[in-house]
T-cell receptor, first 112, second 111 residues
Framework: DAGVIQSPRHEVTEMGQEVTLRCKPISGHNSLFWYRQTMMRGLELLIY????????DSGMPEDRFSAKMPNASFSTLKIQPSEPRDSAVYFCASSLTGQPQHFGDGTRLSIL | GEDVEQSLFLSVREGDSSVINCTYT??????LYWYKQEPGAGLQLLTYIFSNMDMKQDQRLTVLLNKKDKHLSLRIADTQTGDSAIYFCAESYENNNDMRFGAGTRLTVKP
């Protein structure tokens, strides 16, 4: 079975540019999560969706970050404009309610 | 402070047992998890335990839960070099939407 699929795997861009990260959750899962992982702060939950509806976005750092889930099989996390401090590994995870979360392999983002 | 605490590093010799410890603070937690992260990869679910259980065994992995002390451990028997990774402890409530992760323990297995 296909797991959570994220793209791109790596992204290097200059500050000020728009960055879009993509995620395809496991088919049939109804919850989707975006996390950010850094050495300094560890794993942080940014936002999660349930049945395509954003439930908790309190972890989104600031207005430069936005996330959408237009349908059950696709979500995006956008950063505009990007800054060097946004450099991190961004993970998407999905789950069925009441079941453990399954993670994608992440997008390693470097903002120069 | 952290809701979930783990020691940052553990080094063992190949063939020995590894024990990774974790403490958590929320007695309302329903599920306790262990995830493994290898370099360049995401978090892989290893095992999880319900809070009404004391122990769970799965091949080389044994999870022990002391709910009174809010202490969780992961024992890896016959540790192999392929077990070298970062291991994350996590807790959640019943709906699993609010998971709280520890900082991770980096396990190094020496030949």
């Amino acid at each position: 079975d296909a797991g959570v699929i994220q793209s791109p795997r790596h992204e290097v861009t200059e500050m000020g540019q728009e960055v879009t990260l993509r995620c395809k959750p496991i088919s049939g899962h109804n919850s989707l999560f975006w996390y950010r992982q850094t050495m300094m702060r560890g794993l942080e939950l940014l936002i999660y969706f349930n049945n395509n509806v954003p439930i908790d976005d309190s972890g989104m750092p600031e207005d430069r970050f936005s996330a959408k889930m237009p349908n059950a099989s696709f979500s995006t996390l956008k950063i505009q404009p990007s800054e060097p401090r946004d450099s991190a590994v961004y993970f998407c995870a999905s789950s069925l309610t009441g079941q453990p979360q399954h993670f994608g392999d992440g997008t390693r983002l470097s903002i120069l | 402070g952290e809701d979930v605490e783990q020691s940052l590093f553990l080094s063992v010799r190949e063939g020995d047992s590894s024990v990774i410890n974790c403490t958590y603070t929320d007695s309302s937690s329903t599920y306790l998890y262990w995830y493994k992260q290898e370099p360049g990869a995401g978090l892989q679910l290893l095992t999880y335990i319900f809070s009404n259980m004391d122990m769970k065994q799965d091949q080389r992995l044994t999870v022990l839960l002391n709910k009174k002390d809010k202490h969780l451990s992961l024992r890896i028997a016959d540790t192999q070099t392929g077990d070298s990774a970062i291991y994350f402890c996590a807790e959640s409530y019943e709906n699993n939407n609010d998971m709280r992760f520890g900082a991770g323990t980096r396990l190094t297995v020496k030949p």
